[in-house]
């Protein structure tokens, strides 16, 4: 009786990690949004942060992979190399439109992404009076551009394009080499390579590179251990887990808690975009987990019958077998 209530609990438990994970990733990543905004309108280079953030990343997780997984670690081949260095964007979600639980995974994903449009572009009335949020924003709003606006609504949806593509890779390189610390140190490693390579390139006054004050070091200490590493080795496990699918679905929620941090702590004004999208998002989110839980359940059943049938089939063997004995030694 109470193994049984024990193995519920056990099970309960293991269910709902990838849930509290993700969430706790989310809220990662709304701190590391807000202190890039902080050190961001101090005039530091946003690829010298990248950079640097990877780079912290690469020698934390690495240290721990090193140790955790020396043992366990197979061997990594060029092809799972090219896998960690390239973004490759394929298909690996199967729908069913027939039934209930492919329709509501459908559903679930436009809901997402109408909700996360509105809560990126769309603005609407502000919510609260914060008169230096208010001049802060005209001020803004006059010298923004509609060169800038379109440059920056492309390169969201790129980007939005190239995270998603992480998380169809990452389930891939978890199959081909199960390491999360340290294909996450790698990927953390032809990253800052590549973001150094980059910065160079594009501006060759090396001055940048100067760390300025305390924020600027504690920002890039948070998301380089935190932010790429710790986080990025929470969703690997998760889409080892539950799927890319599950995993991506939970992105949007970092908007949500970054102006949840944002408006008691820096008094940053709330705009009826941002609630309207950020209801719709939860809405779709719980809609599209609804059509995967409905559809783990028929795997599991499934799996169920099939190990039924062959517990059927086992007994007979041994009979067959006796039988096959007997009329033999009859013979003789």
């Not at 690997?236 to 102006?259: E, L, N, Y």
Request: with cysteine; proline share 2%; aromatic share 10%.
């Amino acid at each position: 009786m109470w193994n049984r209530i024990a193995l519920v609990k056990m099970k309960s438990c293991e269910e709902w990690k990838p849930f509290m994970i993700m969430i706790a990733i989310d809220v990662s990543f709304a701190v590391v949004n807000i202190l890039l905004k902080k050190v961001l309108e101090e005039g530091m280079n946003h690829l010298v942060f990248i950079t640097y953030r990877l780079s912290i990343a690469t020698v934390f997780v690495g240290s721990i992979g090193y140790f955790k997984e020396r043992n366990s670690r197979p061997r990594l081949t060029f092809r799972i190399l090219c896998y960690l260095f390239f973004s490759a964007i394929v298909g690996l979600e199967t729908v069913n439109i027939k039934c209930n639980s492919g329709r509501a995974k459908i559903l679930g994903t436009l809901v997402c992404i109408v909700g996360a449009l509105m809560l990126t572009l769309f603005k609407g009335k502000g919510l609260f009076n914060f008169s230096h949020s208010e001049s802060s924003l005209k001020l803004l709003a006059s010298t923004r551009t509609q060169e800038k606006w379109t440059i920056g609504v492309i390169a969201l949806i790129l980007g939005t394009v190239f995270w998603s593509s992480w998380f169809i890779l990452q389930s891939k390189i978890s199959k081909r080499y199960p390491c999360q610390y340290s294909s996450t140190a790698i990927m953390s490693f032809f990253g800052a390579i590549q973001s150094a390579v980059i910065c160079l390139f594009i501006d060759h006054n090396l001055s940048i590179w100067a760390l300025r004050g305390k924020i600027q070091i504690i920002a890039i200490l948070y998301a380089g251990i935190v932010g790429s590493g710790l986080c990025f080795v929470g969703m690997s496990w998760c889409v080892k887990k539950r799927g890319p699918v599950f995993t991506a679905a939970f992105s949007p929620f970092v908007q949500i808690m970054a102006a949840m941090i944002d408006i008691p702590v820096l008094h940053e004004q709330l705009y009826l975009g941002s609630v309207v999208g950020s209801i719709l998002v939860m809405i779709g989110l719980y809609i599209l987990l609804w059509g995967k839980s409905k559809e783990v359940q028929k795997r599991l059943i499934k799996l169920a019958e099939e190990a039924e049938k062959t517990k059927e089939q086992e007994p007979q063997q041994p009979q067959i077998q006796l039988l096959t004995v007997s009329c033999d030694s009859r013979c003789q």
